[in-house]
Structure formats: C-alpha cells, structure tokens
C-alpha cells in the first residue's frame, strides 16, 4: 500500500487528504467515495508514509517483536500429537480440545481452543486454521488441506511434522556451527576495548611529552581511547539502537528488506551467501517435494513451497516458476529460467518429469542442497578460522605497534 496526497474541490473549497491506497486510480476513487456529491478532484500525487503512521508502525512491531514466536518444538509435539491421535480414531474436536489442555505453551492453547470452537460451529479443519497460516507456516495450511481432500488427515500430519523436523534440525545445527565463532568475536571487542580503556590511559602521559608526531597506530589508539571515555555510553546506545532500527526496518519495509536479502546473497559476502542459498533451496525444494509425493498438484505446490522461502531476492526469483508453467513451459525448463539450479539437477528434474518419477527426482534435489548445506556447516569452522585469525592478529597489532612504535623513536632518540 502507497500513500497519495489528493486535492479536491468541494463546496468551492480546496483540501489536501492523505490517503492510503494501492494505486493512484484507487486513491482517486476513494476520495470520490469519501465525498460521494460535489466533488472534484484535482490532483493526486503519491507521499511518502506520514510521520504519526511510521511512529505508530514502530510501536505496533516494538509490541510485534516483544511478543515470544511459538517454538518450533511446540507445534511439531503438538502436530504428532494431532496425528496419533486421529489415526487411532477419535473426532478432530475432541482430539483438538485434548491438544489444548495438553500444551503448556498459552498461543497454542488459545489457538487450538479456537480451532476447536469453529469446527464445531460446522467448520472445516482448513478454515480453522487458516487464520493462524502465518504462526504455523503455509506448508502446515497446504497439507491440512491435503489431508481433507484424501481423507487422511493423520498421514498428512505425520508427514508435517517430518518437514518441520528437519527444517528445525538445520536451523539448529547452523545456529549451533556460528555460535562459537560469535561468541570469539564478541569476547575479542570486550577484550580489546577493556585493553583500550586500561592499556592507554598509562602511556597517555608519556606520549602527551613526546615534541614529534605520534605513528598513525598510536594515534588511533588515543583517538579510540579518548572516544570511549567520553562518549562510550552513547556508542552503546546506537549500536543496539541501530541493531534495533535494522531489524524494525526489515521486518516492517517490504524495499529494505529486499535490498538487504540480495546483498547477503552476493558472492562477495563469503559463507553467508552460501549458507542462505543452500538452506533456502533445501527448505523450498523439501517441501514441494513432499508436496508432489503426496498428491497435490505441481502448481500448488510450487505457491506452499515459495511461502515458505523468506530471503525476497531468491522467492523473486521463484515466483516467475509456477508463471512460467502456466505459458506452457515444462518445470525444468521454468527452474532454468531462474538461475538457481545446476545444470546436473535440472536434468534430473527433466528426466523425473518424462519418466512420471519427479518425486522420487526431487527427492534427489532435495538431498543434494541437504547435503551441500550439511557439508558446508561441518566445515565452517574451518572455513572461518582463517578470517578469525586475521581479527585476532590486526587487533594485537594495532595494540602492540601503537603502545611500542613510540617507545622505539625514543629510544633511537636518545641513543642519538
């Protein structure tokens, strides 16, 4: 949605109304319904998002990010507890209404209880829960709706649960393989700042009585020193302050968020493209794997599959796909349109679609970007204790040049 400055003429009159609106045509014809007689308009030109909204914005995502997200262990023991539940024969109301007096987590509780109440006011399971598609994901939608459509809730739930556990293993086991190096980054500033702020204060002295110029390592070091001493608090501030804004603006600005999406899949940012590429495809081509295997049609399982990708430089890219077939085009020749497939993976997409087996072939695909990505996090450690071990070694450096360079000139100085 954009915002339009619209002048009209009315009774005589002009005023300026700030409307919110899809398009330039719409913010017209919502002025024209706002006055339905007498009224004129003049001009519309579209405005930038006024201030009240964009504080008002901020406030309802700083509401938005302090609420806890449901974890990811929480629903799967809730979606297997569904599926047992129903295979063994007992009613999806009752079975929901045990679910929620079962869990301990409240949004899941209140949800379910939700469910509940609308099946029994004659509603289907799929509508149920299409208003809570965004808390447990498109694909959990998708194969409620497959389940209804086969008669088989129970398989498709167990098969749910399946995807959202290995989705959660990989997120796990990449939160797990950058937690090391984080936590090395974070203990290295704590420790050179500490050193800045004790270090320096004892040579500032010595080196305020030197008549030459300081070397440029020195005078970084003062000019660091003298900044966290006056100013330390303030930076802190705007560091979190910024981290937060970030994060408000990806979050909240649909442009940020894509710009900030491509450039971490740049080749120029090392590991973290790969990472997010190869997670992204595993995760895209796991579920629509998963999708097709259980009977839902190509193009609707093309749509789950790219909901459930969030990097928006990638999900452009794959939305052309399900375009692309509705021209006619077969599915490799539409995956190859999008540049994110090799050419091996695209001819065995080729051949599953010409031999009826484009599941068992996107199975295939499906383990190949698992085990790219799984490699890749087996190995990160190794592939970041290079950058690491520059960090630590520009930072003794800096340290060690910029307290001994002037010692040295003194002492040549002297021996002069």
């Known amino acids: 949605m954009k915002y339009f400055n619209v002048t009209v003429m009315r009774q005589g009159k002009k005023e300026n109304l700030t409307l919110k609106a899809e398009s330039k045509i719409a913010a017209i014809k919502l002025a024209k319904h706002k006055f339905p007689t007498d009224v004129m308009v003049i001009k519309a030109e579209e405005t930038s998002v006024p201030l009240e909204e964009t504080i008002s914005n901020f406030f309802a995502s700083l509401k938005k990010s302090m609420k ?11 979606i297997r507890q ?27 509780k209140e949800i379910y209880s939700k469910m509940n109440s609308d099946i029994n006011a ?42 959202l556990e290995d989705i959660r293993d990989n997120t796990a086991k990449f939160k797990k393989a950058i937690r090391t190096p984080l936590i090395t980054l974070v203990a290295m500033a704590i420790a ?15 080196f305020a009585k030197f008549k030459t110029e300081l070397p440029l390592p020195t005078q970084i070091l003062l000019k660091l020193e003298w900044a966290f001493s006056n100013y330390g608090l303030y930076i802190l501030i705007a560091l979190v302050g910024g981290v937060f804004l970030l994060k408000f603006f990806y979050q909240n600005n649909q442009e940020f968020k894509y710009q900030v999406d491509k450039l971490l899949i740049h080749p120029k940012f090392y590991l973290i493209n790969k990472a997010i590429f ?10 629509f794997g998963e999708l097709v295997r259980s009977g839902i049609p190509v193009s609707e399982a093309l749509e789950t599959a790219v909901g459930m990708v969030d ?4 999900k452009e890219q794959l939305l052309t796909v399900n375009a692309n077939i509705g021209r006619g085009m077969s599915l490799a020749e539409a995956f190859e349109i999008t540049g994110l497939y090799e050419n091996m993976l695209l001819q065995m997409i080729k051949a599953g679609e010409a ?19 799984q490699d890749l996090i087996d190995n990160l450690a190794a592939y970041i204790e290079p950058i690491m071990l520059f960090f630590i070694a520009a930072l003794v450096l800096l340290m ?3 307290i001994f360079m002037p010692m040295w000139d003194l002492g040549k100085a002297v021996k002069g």
Not at 71 to 78: L, R, Y
Not at 278 to 287: D, E, I, P, W
């Open 192 to 206: 050179f700042t500490i050193l800045i702020m004790v270090v320096v204060p004892k040579f500032k002295d010595i």
């Open 311 to 314: 990097n928006l430089a990638i």
């Open 278 to 287: 190869l997670s992204t495809m595993h995760k895209y081509n796991l579920v």
């Open 400 to 402: 060690a040049l910029g």
């Open 68 to 78: 806890s997200k449901i974890p990811i262990n929480d629903k799967i023991s809730t």
């Open 355 to 373: 031999g009826g087996q484009l599941d068992a072939m996107l199975e295939k695909v499906t383990e190949y970007y698992n085990m790219q990505f």
């Open 122 to 163: 004659g509603h289907s399971m799929s509508d149920a829960l299409e208003p809570y598609s965004e808390e447990f994901g498109h694909v959990a939608l998708a194969m409620t709706k497959l389940g209804e459509r086969t008669g088989n809730l129970a398989e498709s739930y167990f098969k749910l649960a399946r995807i």
């Open 82 to 108: 569904i599926a047992v539940m129903t295979d063994a024969g007992i009613a999806i109301n009752d079975t929901l209404e045990d679910v929620a007096e079962n869990t301990h987590n409240p949004r899941l």
